[in-house]
């Protein structure tokens, strides 16, 4: 779940990259979120995940207000959530299977055949689980974007976030890329995917969350004509 509450975020350089942003995704949704390059759409992701902080408003994600969250809880809002990038962010010198394991060896709690029970559930997912000792760039895009959803799901999120995931991909690796989202969304999960893709969008049918120059301007489904 995800809530903004009259958000701005102003960055040091004095860029105000949104402003009284408001908006709730309830707990199981899946939306999009959309606007031209410079939007803001990446400055809001980066808020829900608390990599950046806003300057002003209230946000709450998964039960979590992160106005009074301390620098000790941050851990405890990151494993409630996964993050899925467009250029994927894989560890090039580190094997599939350790790429997918590391967020888990980081949170250390689990034990070794835990981490390893677990990372290849995720790699059964995604249907890679043949290439788990290979590495990344011997992968081809749409198998390294299948790895990052891989990473990203592998401590059961509640929410995922996805940035430009089909930026890289052709239309039917990135209808394959959302066929993934709707699977975890029917599971529970709550999806906000932030993308430029307009077919995509209008053949998918969700709510369509847009920003314009760091202003939400629309928040509804799309209707079709
Ligand atoms: P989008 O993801 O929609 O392209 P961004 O959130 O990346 O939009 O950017 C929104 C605005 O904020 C842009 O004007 C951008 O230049 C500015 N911006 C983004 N990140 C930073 C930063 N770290 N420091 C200063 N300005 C930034």
Redesign the pocket.
């Known amino acids: 779940m995800i809530q903004f509450n009259s958000v701005g975020?102003t960055?040091?350089?004095g860029?105000?990259?949104?402003h009284d942003v408001s908006f709730l995704l309830g707990r199981g949704e899946m939306a999009f979120l959309t606007?031209?390059?410079?939007?803001?759409?990446?400055?809001?992701?980066?808020l829900i995940a608390a990599i950046?902080r806003p300057s002003i408003g209230q946000i709450t994600v998964n039960d979590m207000s992160l106005g009074r969250t301390r620098r000790r809880d941050i851990p405890a809002l990151r494993r409630s959530l996964g993050m899925i990038f467009q250029n994927y962010k894989l560890v090039e010198d580190r094997t599939v299977f350790e790429n997918i394991a590391l967020p888990l060896i980081v949170s250390g709690e689990f034990d070794r055949n835990e981490i390893g029970r677990r990372a290849r559930a995720a790699l059964d997912r995604v249907g890679l689980l043949d290439k788990e000792r290979d590495y990344p760039a011997s992968l081809s895009g749409g198998e390294q974007q299948r790895v990052g959803i891989a990473r990203a799901i592998v401590h059961r999120p509640q929410l995922l976030l996805a940035?430009e995931p089909t930026g890289n991909l052709d239309p039917a690796l990135s209808r394959e890329v959302m066929m993934m989202f709707e699977q975890f969304n029917d599971l529970g999960t709550t999806v906000l995917i932030?993308t430029h893709d307009y077919d995509l969008i209008e053949r998918m049918g969700y709510r369509v969350l847009t920003?314009s120059e760091?202003r939400m301007i629309g928040q509804e489904r799309l209707m079709h004509s």
């Open positions: 975020k960055y040091a350089k860029r105000t990259a949104l606007g031209h390059s410079g939007a803001g759409k990446s400055t809001l992701l980066k950046e940035d932030a920003l760091g």
